[in-house]
């Protein structure tokens, strides 16, 4: 249980992680030596030794305070060079919130929560699919890029996985399901659950460069599916309300017209 623990809470088994942990601590170690060696040679034959020892005590708590700032900064080159499309779970999730409570067309949302998702996750493509429900008679696919998805083989994925909570692919046993997801490339899918009931799907395709999803992809993907079905929700309803505007205007119109014959 505690190796079980120690992997959990330190991502013991997320490579990536582990190498850019390395890189980062290593590299401020050896600009720490390099600096305190270059000026400590520098200084040895300028002073007395009295003064060299006050010097390089000086120079040693200089380096110790200076540390975090210097890893700091080591740890955010670094992850720009590992990681071109670093993010903050936090500012995506902010991002998505703004948007999503900025307009309730759902075109829209969906098209734009994919992009930001696509862009986010260097992910190959992410899809968005309604399913029939009390506010759609159809199925509606939104995607980014749109050329990615094709609107019957993500149904028929769909109904095939049936996931009724958030799937990833590299969680999921060797099966007929997993080998679906394989052909189509998924990498995560995730039901969009309206009071028990599935109103939809998320749908991520696997990263461009090849890898798969890291610790921080999975945890946005599952922090964004509940805001993410409210607002499809949302949407959905307010579609058809524009619908039943659009027909109700109709009929009033046809009627007037027939009182005026």
């Known amino acids: 249980s505690t190796l079980a623990y120690a992997i959990i809470r330190y991502r013991l088994l997320d490579i990536p992680f582990l190498i850019y ?3 980062v601590f290593t590299a401020t170690i050896t600009v720490i030596l390099s600096a305190y060696l270059i000026v400590s040679l520098s200084i040895s034959n300028l002073f007395l030794p009295l003064a060299n020892i006050i010097i390089n005590t000086l120079l040693t708590l200089f380096l110790i305070l200076g540390y975090p700032s210097l890893r700091r900064k080591i740890e955010k080159t670094t992850h720009n060079l590992l990681f071109h499309q670093s993010y903050s779970i936090q500012d995506v999730l902010q991002d998505l919130g703004e948007l999503i409570s900025s307009t309730l067309a759902l075109s829209a949302i969906s098209e734009k929560v994919a992009s930001i998702l696509k862009n986010n996750l260097s992910a190959g493509g992410v899809a968005i699919l309604t399913v029939p429900y009390k506010y759609a008679d159809q199925p509606m696919l939104f995607a980014h890029p749109k050329q990615l998805f094709d609107p019957a083989t993500i149904l028929q994925l769909v109904q095939k996985v049936e996931p009724t909570s958030v799937q990833f692919f590299d969680d999921i046993s060797e099966n007929s399901k997993k080998e679906a997801l394989r052909s189509a490339k998924i ?29 921080q992809d999975k945890r946005l993907i599952k922090l964004l599916t509940p805001q993410l079905s409210i607002a499809i929700n949302n949407s959905l309803a307010y579609e058809e309300i524009k619908a039943f505007n659009v027909t109700l205007k109709d009929k009033v119109e046809r009627a007037t017209k027939k009182l005026k014959a």
Do not use: D, F, H
């Open 21 to 23: 942990r390395s890189i």
């Open 187 to 215: 990498a995560a899918i995730a039901p969009l659950v309206i009071k028990k009931t599935i109103i939809g799907y998320l749908l991520v395709q696997e990263k461009v460069e090849g890898t798969t999803l890291t610790n």
